[in-house]
């Protein structure tokens, strides 16, 4: 089973700042027929449901910020935000879907300083 | 605009089975590039993917959970359902219905969910 551990589980920044988010998984999400990343991120506000922010790694979903970037391969990732709103405040979690277990990370809450 | 929304009990008893469906509007459940999945959340914890399915029949289930979960689709509703037998509070949780990619392979990260629906195991 691929295990999926999120840094740092809080995180708290100044408004204007730059935010980021790592995601390390326990064994490559990296496939290499397609030479793509099977790494999701999403964002849930309080009292909402989770909100798809970015997939294969590193494309935006339509509508979603362009102050949101995900990057990184293999079992390392990471999620920046890079200037922090205060609708940003919200937790995120990061997925794997190169298992069909679609594991998700244990969630990072983001916070302002 | 694609809109999911789960519906059922919010209040079983513990070795009952919790029944949930899920309607799909704004878009057909029958569309080959989706799968239909359900995710729960424990209250203040994270994510755990219960399972998905094609329109088709096609299912894939958390093997830590498919000894007690059956997932089911009904085209002519536009709606999926998910029962999960032998509750026990463990398993009191918010229940997602969401959208899933597929390409044919298998399918990928989840793009539309419901709002949700709390489920209470507890006599």
Redesign the interface.
Known sequence: DIVMTQSPDSLAVSLGERATINCKSSQSVLYTYTNKN?L?W?QQKPG?????LI?WASTR?SGVPDRFSGSGSGTDFTLTISSLQAEDVAVY?C?E?YS????????TRLEIK | QLQLQESGPGLVKPSETLSLTCTVSGGSITSRNYFW?WIRQPPGK????IG?MSYSGDT?Y??SLKSRVTISVDTSKNQFSLKVTSLTAADTAVY?C?RQ?DTGV???????????TLVTVSS
């Open positions: 099977y999701a999403y909402q449901p989770p909100k798809l997939y979903e979690y997925q879907y069909t277990l679609y594991t998700f990370g244990q969630g | 999945g994270g994510l755990e993917w998905s894939f958390n093997p997602y969401a990619l298998q399918p990928y990260y989840f793009d539309n969910w419901g709002q949700g």
